[in-house]
């Protein structure tokens, strides 16, 4: 008799703890694939803004409820690859985005006036950006976004069609439903630095 009382205990404890770590693993996937996704920042493609190894939180519903903005850095993944890249918005829908002696120039065409501005970059230790693949001029469509890499020196991003080299059919802009999520939260940068 006692056997079968502690049996039944034992059950009912088991069964609680295999009810509560699927409860909690339910929470978990939802908040994974629904809410935000963690990241490590391969290469030194965002420097200075995040090093490699960075552990990045992306933030998978903001953009979904509200409009992304320039200087927002988002991960996504470019037409025609598979992996997930982190860069920089610059261009947005409607705009056409010009590089021009070391700078970025963002015109919009209001009331058949284009009026242009070079991009402010506070982000950036030190401005030079170059046109690469002998194209110096983007016109973006609505619903999608112009993308560059915070260290423009090594970066493949819009300028060049994300290293496709801009072949017929390749496009140097994101679309939007690429785009996994905006960048929320940075953890534990430069472990030396602490």
């Known amino acids: 008799m006692m ?3 502690k049996l039944k205990y034992f059950l009912l404890d088991l069964f609680d703890m295999v009810s509560f770590l699927i409860f909690v693993g339910g929470i978990v996937l939802f908040i994974r694939f629904f809410v935000a996704n963690p990241y490590t920042v391969v290469w030194a493609s965002m420097a200075p803004t995040f090093e490699e190894n960075d552990f990045i939180i992306v933030d998978k519903i903001t953009p979904r409820f509200s409009q992304l903005e320039r200087g ?3 991960v996504f993944v470019p037409p025609g690859k598979t992996i997930p890249y982190i860069k920089r918005i610059v261009g947005l829908p409607g705009e056409t985005v010009r ?5 970025v120039e963002i015109c ?5 006036i284009e009026q242009c501005n070079t ?13 690469r693949c002998g194209v110096d001029e983007f016109k973006i469509d609505d619903g999608w976004f112009f993308v560059l890499w915070d260290n423009r020196w090594f970066s493949t991003d819009s300028r060049c069609c994300f290293g496709l080299d801009c072949y017929e059919g390749s496009s140097y ?12 939260l940075r953890f534990f940068p430069h472990f030396s630095t602490f």
């Open 3 to 5: 056997f079968k009382m």
């Open 173 to 184: 802009e994101v679309p939007f439903d690429h785009i996994i999520g905006k960048v929320y």
């Open 108 to 112: 919009k065409t209001e009331n058949n």
């Open 72 to 74: 927002n850095v988002i």
């Open 99 to 103: 590089i021009k002696h070391d700078a």
């Open 119 to 131: 991009l402010p970059e506070s982000y950036l230790s030190w401005v030079t950006t170059e046109a």
